[in-house]
Nanobody, 126 residues
Framework: QVQLVESGGGLVQAGGSLRLSCVAS????????KGWFRQAPGKEREFVAG???????DYADSVRGRFTISRDNAKNTVYLQMNSLKPEDTAVYYC????????????????????WGQGTQVTVSS
């Protein structure tokens, strides 16, 4: 079993920055892709950013150029640097991991991920 624990959420003014972290523990899959999703009240959970084990990245159009995903495989940690935050970025952010073993693939769809964290709240005030 894999446990994912997010941290770094909080309240920030529009234009500000936050850095989310997600630490994986337990039966970690050394070559798994990681992703960040978010869910705003009344909306479906949506893809934000993903990174393969080899470092390939992909982003939702709404965050491209503002958010950066990165990972430290030695620490089993993935990060999401969020800059130029907007009120519409307000949501619960979830870390996710998959176990396909494809070191170059970045899953974009929610069902492709096998493990999820409990989420961390990000609130951006206008």
């Amino acid at each position: 079993q894999v446990q994912l624990v997010e941290s770094g959420g909080g309240l920030v003014q529009a234009g500000g920055s936050l850095r989310l972290s997600c630490v994986a523990s337990g039966r970690t899959f050394s070559r798994s892709a990681k992703g960040w999703f978010r869910q705003a009240p009344g909306k479906e959970r949506e893809f934000v950013a993903g990174i393969s084990w080899s470092g390939t990245t992909d982003y939702a159009d709404s965050v491209r150029g503002r958010f950066t995903i990165s990972r430290d495989n030695a620490k089993n940690t993935v990060y999401l640097q969020m800059n130029s935050l907007k009120p519409e970025d307000t949501a619960v952010y979830y870390c996710a991991a998959e176990r396909s073993g494809n070191i170059y693939y970045v899953p974009l769809l929610l069902p492709e991920y096998d493990y999820w964290g409990q989420g961390t709240q990000v609130t951006v005030s206008s």
